[in-house]
């Protein structure tokens, strides 16, 4: 169903992958994109920029957008969330725990060069209950993808006035769950 859905949108693909495409050699791989990071204030909070560097256990990205070929589909999408009295825990603690009131009434953007892929309430994307890992997903009605080579934006956007309790370090894990094409060979 993936490919298929690829099929139909190739025109937004970088050149590079659709000339994969048309020569057959593109392949699925199961994959998850995803990003932690410490958070602080209100108002709208970019989880990605152009300084990020993709970081194994930390961030998927390289820098704000995929590398060229590795286009994105996906139907599951989960934000986690943490906190502790010390910064710079990103990758060494636990995403199990409710988000604060604050962050729930906040929105999750998920946008691609203007173009928004996906927005909700965080308070649909954040389920720390569940007896397996899947039960943290946010299924989605529809397949969303993001191109590759292109920018991405990732942010959460906070009700007028609302903030973040600055004593607390608050800590996020957004998990973006599809599959990633990828070379079948360099033929």
């Known amino acids: 169903m993936a490919i298929n859905f690829l099929m139909a949108i190739k025109d937004r693909l970088s050149t590079q992958l659709q000339s994969d495409f048309q020569k057959s050699n593109?392949?699925?791989?199961?994959?998850?994109?995803e990003i932690k990071k410490e958070i602080q204030g209100g108002q709208t909070i970019d989880l990605l920029d152009?300084?990020?560097?993709?970081i194994d256990g930390i961030n998927s990205f390289d820098k704000n957008r995929l590398k060229t070929g590795r286009a994105f589909v996906f139907d599951e999408i989960a934000i986690g969330y943490a906190s502790n009295a010390n910064s710079g825990l990103a990758g060494s603690i636990d995403y199990v725990s409710d988000a604060p009131k604050e962050l729930r009434n906040a929105i999750f953007i998920l946008e691609q060069e203007g173009r928004e892929v996906l927005r909700m309430p965080i308070k649909d994307l954040n389920n720390k209950d569940g007896f397996k890992?899947?039960?943290a997903y946010k299924e989605l009605r529809?397949?969303?993808?993001?191109?590759?080579d292109r920018e991405v934006t990732a942010k959460i956007k906070f009700p007028p006035g609302v903030t973040l309790d600055p004593a607390v370090?608050?800590?996020v894990y957004l998990r973006i769950n599809g599959v990633q094409t990828s070379k079948k060979s360099d033929a």
């Open 26 to 33: 593109v392949a699925l791989q199961d994959q998850i994109l």
């Open 50 to 54: 152009a300084t990020d560097d993709r």
């Open 133 to 135: 890992v899947s039960d």
């Open 142 to 148: 529809t397949l969303h993808y993001l191109s590759d």
């Open 169 to 171: 370090k608050h800590y």
